[in-house]
């Protein structure tokens, strides 16, 4: 400074020599100081965009609607109950301007419909970011201050979960993950408490191993646990990526483990020996593909999956182990979604000696085990106590481990701060989920949680569930929340309930909201069907659907069980609705068969679903009603007619709205369908 | 406190903030096409953000029209789309096979796949797709549960098509050329009252007892956006 007023003594002694101009000069550098924050507000972002939205709806038709409906300055919704407080509209301005929807300049296209306000619940309930925020890089992406970016679309239906716990039409991705995260084993290890009490309950069933020396060798447990995937590519097990010698180990100890059960093998006599060429006919008639899968030659799989892949069953079973299933499944594993088919010792011999057809002979050439020693044993039981295996199996020896894995109840809300990511990956909550779920161990080494064979779309739909598990959809008042519909747990009582115990009657149909939708839900199967009927649909099962592949199986039931089974479903299986025998089965007038007759083909065109004179009507979607006379009672039909949801929620048949005297002639029509007069001769 | 801005810069940053990840480094390439022709994998629809359920397949092919294997395909999209892998060399049938992701915004969006030809100029190909929003997801939903049946010709095993049993022909969705000249209300009104309402067969029965009117809307939002010629709004947007 001394040395600046020396070199230029002028400059200070101009500026601040005299105490009028330095005043003056201090005012100017204050009021420009004062000047900063007007100024900022007035070039800050959102008021450049309310300026470009202005100018861009000028030359629209519509101009002076929406230029009433815009409001300028700041735009907040604010739920504190939510814990909302939202600013985005201060940009997105024409979110709610339905002419809009031809506009793809962001930020000012309309937002999609949706069947909320978006008024009610704001716009991070959903899109997450931060609502506050009045600048696009604050309210987008994550900051020191806010750990929340916005959410991809990929996982938006995520945002619907935190409210709706049960399934919605509209969010595919959604249920299909959430079905996964019940049904791939993952709530064995990891607890989810759901909000509205309880945790969530796996699907799947993974079998005990209390008895598996008894089913399987040991040389085929080693390669399963080496690789579950190369036994059957639909396996569920995932890879747990085992060496050599730890599968040896732990394969020595669930062997040396297993307990012997009697009756589970199945010493068939000399007489019964296989047919082989009638294996493949009794698989087929047995429709034991409608649960279990087989590979076919181009390597697709071809059957269900309610029960395990088959393409190579007779690697793993052992033949007295796999007749004694065959014969009643129920000895070995009493919960089971087998049926106990009544077969005869002569079909045992046949089906097992089918199966075990079904092997490749490489599959186990290359295992070679010698037999297991002490140490080997006590090290297999300490990998399998290490791994866990006792979360999803019954193991003899093995306590089942609680909180096994880190608890998910809240993972959709956990802190980045608090993730540790691969190199290479976004620093964002969705990729480290994703992340996780593709490759597990990559994380770190050590890790125990094991590889699963999932695709990209069965990621991103598992993603979508956990991120809906959050810290909002645990503390949203219950008001706002629409609850999942509890799986009920009814139990058919007597003799009849454990037939349909044994008979697995609920691993296909639903019954009083138990049970599987792969069959007709017969809940009200007594008011529906005829007694005759159903006595000879249990003896010889036959598709009432042209076009189904997956079939109801014949169980070769002796006649006093389908007496019990018949008796049960006639007595119990009624709806209050209304009396099955309120209506005649038989004796309509000719005139009004012949009206219902027009009305079937004509009016309601009921050809294009249903077939009623095979030569003629092709229909392939509803059942064929060459016999719905003898099938059904009429008052049943009628009621059907007249509103089919009500008797069956979620059928397709459309509700036509039908007026009362055209269901009574369509009733007198087809309870007039009696069927094939050899039908009527042989009762 | 945050860097400021310009505003076009801004502008512009906020159109391609989620612009495609340009093509990772690859191979050179060891071989040239002249051209490039979609195989498979176009006209899909998918929810917004999600991946294409099949892969998108692209051939390159010579002067003769022979696939060339080697040659090196990139694909570009806007607005968010991004490929898995982005590019790459084709196999030994000239082809080259990548999952596609479309952005977050409902809509169509046209993706480019591009090979370098041996006089360093590309030879492109555009393949539209097509994401959807959550009414047209529900649309989706609720055809296949209620129509896809009938009105798609498609069979599989699991569900075996009913279109080929109708005397009259029900029109598949997509089907542009006839639909687009239908406006919403009697669309409405076909599926609501069922076909006699415009007096078209009987064989269309009515849902409107059974789906609600958002229901009914989802479904013609849904017609509508996988129309094929694209479905055009005419007459209510025009400037003045």
């Given at each position: 400074?001394?040395?600046?007023?020396?070199n230029?003594?002028?400059?200070?002694?101009?500026?601040?020599?005299d105490?009028?101009?330095?005043?003056?000069i201090?005012?100017?550098?204050?009021?420009?100081?004062?000047?900063?924050?007007?100024?900022?507000?007035?070039?800050?972002?959102?008021?450049?965009?309310?300026?470009?939205?202005?100018?861009?709806?000028?030359?629209?038709?519509?101009?002076?609607?929406?230029?009433?409906?815009?409001?300028?300055?700041?735009?907040?919704?604010w739920?504190?109950?939510?814990?909302?407080?939202?600013?985005?509209?201060?940009?997105?301005v024409?979110?709610?301007?339905?002419?809009?929807?031809?506009?793809?300049?962001?930020?000012?296209?309309?937002?999609?419909v949706?069947?909320?306000?978006?008024?009610?619940?704001?716009c991070?309930?959903?899109?997450?970011?931060?609502?506050v925020?009045?600048?696009?890089?604050?309210?987008?992406?994550?900051?020191?201050?806010?750990?929340?970016?916005?959410?991809?679309?990929?996982?938006?239906?995520s945002?619907?979960?935190?409210?709706?716990?049960?399934?919605?039409?509209?969010?595919?991705?959604?249920?299909?993950?959430?079905?996964?995260?019940?049904?791939?084993?993952?709530?064995?290890?990891?607890?989810?408490?759901?909000?509205?009490?309880?945790?969530l309950?796996?699907?799947?069933?993974p079998?005990?191993?209390?008895?598996?020396?008894?089913?399987?060798?040991?040389?085929?447990?080693?390669?399963?646990?080496?690789?579950?995937?190369?036994?059957?590519?639909?396996?569920?097990m995932?890879?747990?990526?085992?060496?050599?010698?730890?599968?040896?180990?732990?394969?020595?100890?669930?062997?040396?483990?297993?307990v012997?059960?009697?009756?589970?093998?199945?010493?068939?006599?000399?007489k019964?020996?296989?047919?082989?060429?009638?294996?493949?006919?009794?698989?087929?008639?047995?429709?034991?593909?409608?649960?279990?899968?087989?590979?076919?030659?181009?390597?697709?799989?071809?059957?269900?999956?309610?029960?395990?892949?088959?393409?190579?069953i007779?690697?793993?079973?052992?033949?007295?182990?796999?007749?004694?299933?065959?014969?009643?499944?129920?000895?070995?594993?009493?919960?089971?979604?087998?049926?106990?088919?009544?077969?005869?010792?002569?079909?045992?011999?046949?089906?097992?000696?089918?199966?075990?057809?079904k092997?490749?002979?490489?599959?186990?050439?290359?295992?070679?085990?010698?037999?297991?020693?002490?140490?080997?044993?006590?090290?297999?039981?300490?990998?399998?106590?290490?791994?866990?295996?006792?979360?999803?199996?019954?193991?003899?020896?093995?306590?089942?481990?609680?909180?096994?894995?880190?608890?998910?109840?809240?993972?959709?809300?956990?802190?980045?701060?608090?993730?540790?990511?691969?190199?290479?990956?976004?620093?964002?909550?969705?990729?480290?989920?994703?992340?996780?779920?593709?490759?597990?161990?990559?994380?770190?080494p050590?890790?125990?949680?094991?590889?699963?064979?999932?695709?990209?779309?069965?990621?991103?739909?598992?993603?979508?569930?956990?991120?809906?598990?959050?810290?909002?959809?645990?503390?949203?008042?219950?008001?706002?929340?629409?609850?999942?519909?509890?799986?009920s747990t009814?139990?058919?009582?007597?003799?009849?309930?454990?037939?349909?115990?044994d008979?697995?009657?609920?691993?296909?149909?639903r019954?009083?909201?138990?049970?599987?939708?792969l069959?007709?839900?017969?809940?009200?199967?007594g008011?529906?069907?005829?007694?005759?009927?159903l006595?000879?649909?249990?003896?010889?099962?036959?598709?009432?659907?042209?076009?189904?592949?997956?079939?109801?199986?014949?169980?070769?039931?002796?006649?006093?069980?389908?007496t019990?089974?018949?008796?049960?479903?006639?007595?119990?299986?009624?709806?209050?609705?209304?009396?099955?025998?309120?209506?005649?089965?038989?004796?309509?007038?000719?005139?009004?068969?012949?009206?219902?007759?027009?009305?079937?083909?004509?009016?309601?065109?009921?050809?294009?679903?249903?077939?009623?004179?095979?030569?003629?009507?092709?229909?392939?979607?509803?059942?064929?009603?060459?016999?719905?006379?003898s099938?059904?009672?009429?008052?049943?039909?009628?009621?059907?007619?007249?509103?089919?949801?009500?008797?069956?929620?979620?059928?397709?048949?459309?509700?036509?709205?039908?007026?009362?005297?055209?269901?009574?002639?369509?009733?007198?029509?087809?309870?007039?369908?009696?069927?094939?007069?050899?039908?009527?001769?042989?009762? | 406190?945050?860097?400021?801005?310009?505003?076009?810069l801004?502008?512009?940053?906020?159109?391609?903030?989620g612009?495609?990840?340009?093509?990772?480094?690859?191979?050179?390439?060891t071989?040239?096409?002249?051209?490039?022709?979609?195989?498979?994998g176009?006209?899909?629809?998918?929810?917004?953000?999600?991946?294409?359920?099949?892969?998108?397949?692209?051939q390159?092919?010579?002067?003769?029209?022979?696939?060339?294997?080697?040659?090196?395909?990139?694909?570009?999209?806007?607005?968010?789309?991004?490929?898995?892998?982005?590019?790459?060399?084709?196999?030994?049938?000239?082809q080259f096979?990548?999952?596609?992701?479309?952005?977050?915004?409902?809509?169509?969006?046209?993706i480019?796949?591009?090979?370098?030809?041996?006089?360093?100029?590309q030879?492109?190909?555009e393949?539209?797709?097509?994401?959807l929003?959550?009414?047209?997801?529900?649309?989706?939903?609720?055809?296949?549960?209620?129509?896809?049946r009938?009105?798609?010709?498609?069979?599989?095993?699991?569900?075996?098509?009913?279109?080929?049993?109708?005397?009259?022909?029900?029109?598949?969705?997509?089907?542009?050329?006839?639909?687009?000249k239908?406006?919403?209300?009697?669309?409405?009104?076909?599926?609501?009252?069922?076909?006699?309402?415009?007096?078209k067969?009987?064989?269309?029965?009515?849902?409107?007892?059974?789906?609600?009117?958002?229901?009914?809307?989802?479904?013609?939002a849904?017609?509508?956006?996988?129309?094929?010629?694209?479905?055009?709004?005419?007459?209510?947007?025009?400037?003045?």
């Amino acid at each position: 400074m001394q040395e600046l007023n020396e070199n230029r003594p002028s400059l200070w002694h101009k500026l601040f020599g005299d105490p009028i101009r330095t005043f003056g000069i201090v005012s100017v550098i204050l009021l420009l100081s004062l000047a900063i924050a007007p100024a900022k507000n007035h070039f800050s972002e959102w008021r450049h965009y309310q300026k470009s939205y202005l100018s861009m709806i000028r030359g629209r038709g519509e101009a002076i609607t929406l230029q009433r409906h815009f409001q300028g300055g700041i735009q907040q919704i604010w739920h504190p109950e939510l814990g909302v407080v939202d600013r985005c509209t201060t940009c997105h301005v024409g979110l709610t301007e339905a002419s809009l929807s031809d506009v793809t300049q962001q930020p000012f296209r309309r937002h999609p419909v949706i069947p909320h306000n978006l008024e009610q619940y704001g716009c991070v309930m959903c899109h997450r970011g931060q609502g506050v925020a009045t600048t696009v890089e604050e309210a987008h992406s994550s900051t020191l201050a806010w750990e929340q970016p916005l959410l991809p679309a990929r996982y938006i239906e995520s945002s619907c979960g935190q409210c709706h716990r049960a399934p919605l039409t509209g969010t595919p991705q959604l249920n299909e993950g959430r079905r996964l995260l019940a049904s791939s084993g993952c709530v064995h290890c990891h607890t989810i408490k759901l909000p509205e009490g309880g945790t969530l309950k796996a699907t799947d069933d993974p079998p005990s191993l209390l008895h598996i020396a008894d089913k399987t060798t040991r040389e085929w447990i080693f390669a399963w646990l080496k690789d579950p995937q190369a036994y059957a590519i639909s396996a569920r097990m995932p890879n747990f990526k085992l060496s050599d010698d730890d599968a040896r180990d732990i394969s020595a100890f669930l062997v040396f483990s297993s307990v012997p059960l009697s009756g589970d093998t199945l010493a068939l006599s000399q007489k019964a020996a296989p047919d082989p060429s009638a294996g493949p006919s009794l698989y087929g008639e047995s429709f034991c593909a409608t649960c279990h899968a087989v590979q076919n030659a181009a390597g697709n799989l071809v059957g269900g999956n309610i029960g395990p892949e088959l393409t190579r069953i007779g690697n793993k079973a052992k033949p007295g182990w796999l007749a004694a299933w065959i014969s009643n499944p129920r000895v070995y594993d009493p919960g089971t979604a087998m049926p106990h088919y009544r077969f005869s010792e002569q079909q045992v011999s046949t089906l097992a000696g089918f199966l075990q057809t079904k092997a490749d002979s490489d599959f186990l050439a290359n295992v070679h085990l010698d037999p297991a020693t002490p140490e080997q044993i006590a090290h297999g039981k300490l990998l399998v106590t290490e791994y866990g295996c006792a979360s999803c199996h019954e193991i003899s020896g093995i306590k089942k481990p609680e909180n096994f894995a880190p608890e998910l109840t809240r993972i959709g809300s956990k802190p980045i701060s608090q993730l540790i990511f691969v190199a290479g990956m976004r620093h964002t909550l969705p990729d480290y989920i994703g992340g996780k779920l593709r490759q597990p161990r990559a994380f770190a080494p050590g890790l125990k949680m094991p590889q699963y064979s999932l695709t990209s779309a069965q990621i991103d739909a598992l993603t979508t569930a956990l991120l809906a598990l959050n810290d909002r959809s645990q503390t949203l008042p219950a008001t706002l929340t629409v609850p999942n519909v509890a799986d009920s747990t009814y139990r058919p009582a007597g003799k009849a309930g454990q037939l349909m115990n044994d008979l697995a009657c609920f691993s296909c149909h639903r019954i009083n909201g138990r049970g599987s939708d792969l069959a007709p839900d017969v809940t009200w199967e007594g008011s529906s069907v005829q007694r005759t009927w159903l006595e000879d649909f249990l003896r010889n099962p036959n598709t009432l659907r042209p076009a189904l592949i997956r079939r109801m199986p014949k169980f070769n039931l002796k006649p006093d069980e389908i007496t019990t089974l018949t008796d049960y479903i006639m007595t119990v299986y009624q709806t209050p609705a209304f009396d099955r025998d309120s209506m005649p089965n038989s004796g309509y007038a000719a005139s009004d068969i012949e009206h219902g007759k027009q009305l079937f083909y004509s009016k309601y065109a009921c050809q294009s679903c249903h077939i009623i004179d095979p030569k003629a009507d092709k229909g392939y979607i509803g059942p064929t009603l060459t016999q719905v006379g003898s099938r059904l009672n009429a008052a049943w039909i009628y009621n059907w007619l007249k509103n089919p949801q009500a008797l069956r929620p979620g059928t397709i048949e459309p509700n036509r709205n039908m007026p009362d005297e055209d269901a009574r002639a369509m009733t007198a029509f087809l309870a007039s369908q009696k069927g094939s007069t050899k039908q009527e001769a042989k009762r | 406190m945050r860097r400021a801005m310009p505003f076009g810069l801004l502008c512009l940053s906020v159109m391609s903030s989620g612009c495609a990840r340009k093509a990772a480094s690859a191979p050179p390439p060891t071989a040239y096409g002249s051209a490039i022709v979609e195989v498979s994998g176009g006209k899909q629809s998918a929810p917004v953000g999600a991946r294409l359920e099949q892969p998108v397949v692209v051939q390159v092919n010579d002067d003769q029209g022979n696939a060339v294997a080697g040659a090196l395909v990139s694909f570009h999209g806007l607005n968010g789309v991004e490929f898995d892998p982005p590019a790459g060399p084709t196999d030994s049938s000239g082809q080259f096979t990548t999952n596609v992701s479309l952005g977050g915004m409902a809509g169509r969006y046209q993706i480019i796949a591009s090979t370098l030809t041996k006089s360093q100029k590309q030879a492109t190909v555009e393949i539209e797709e097509i994401a959807l929003d959550y009414q047209e997801v529900l649309g989706r939903e609720l055809s296949e549960q209620y129509c896809s049946r009938c009105h798609n010709p498609e069979s599989t095993p699991e569900r075996v098509s009913n279109y080929d049993n109708l005397e009259v022909k029900p029109h598949p969705f997509a089907e542009g050329e006839t639909l687009n000249k239908m406006s919403d209300a009697d669309l409405a009104a076909i599926v609501s009252h069922g076909g006699p309402a415009l007096n078209k067969s009987p064989l269309m029965p009515p849902y409107g007892y059974t789906l609600s009117t958002p229901d009914v809307q989802a479904l013609i939002a849904y017609i509508r956006m996988i129309s094929d010629p694209p479905y055009q709004v005419s007459g209510t947007y025009s400037k003045k």
